[in-house]
């Protein structure tokens, strides 16, 4: 395969995993969203009295105790928060980026029209001139009282 096609192929399979990763953002906050609707109350005492109830029955004297039950659910607990604070971090990464090649894509459009005015011939008409307000509140009591006893 020649030079040109491996690098054409490498750009289209970047394109492919920068949709299937957008894609795949989008299916995961979906389904984190459904996942956070779905636990109501009810559902969560169910769970917790199932849970409880074969912990209960599975318990294998001295082998597994009430003690490791939580160990394992305090894990697996970390586990999940700590997946969660990663795609969290990825996705900041990600905005970023997009926010780094929107900020790069506008100084690219910026020196163009610049470009393009100095090749017409053309200065950019200046900015207008703001002049300060004047202060129309009237002088304050102690600015008052100082001009009074001036006078």
């Known amino acids: 395969m020649k030079f040109g096609a491996l690098q054409r192929r490498v750009k289209r399979c970047e394109q492919v995993v920068t949709v299937r990763l957008g894609e795949t953002q989008d299916h995961w906050s979906t389904l984190s969203q459904v996942w956070r609707q779905g636990w109501s ?45 990663a795609f969290a ?35 950019p008409a200046p900015a207008p001139r703001q002049e300060p307000e004047p202060d129309l509140r009237g002088p304050r009591p102690a600015e008052a009282a100082t001009e009074l006893s001036e006078r």
């Not at 996705?91 to 894509?105: F, N, P, V, Y």
């Open 41 to 85: 109350p009810l559902r969560i005492v169910v769970v917790g009295l199932a849970g409880g109830f074969i912990a209960g029955k599975l318990e294998v004297p001295g082998k597994v105790n009430g003690a490791r039950w939580l160990q394992m659910v305090g894990s697996v607990s970390n586990l999940f928060a700590s997946a969660q604070a």
């Open 89 to 123: 971090t990825a996705m900041a990464a990600q905005a970023a980026a997009s926010a780094d090649d929107a900020a790069e894509e506008a100084d690219d459009a910026s020196e163009q029209a610049q470009a393009a005015t100095s090749a017409a011939g053309t200065r």
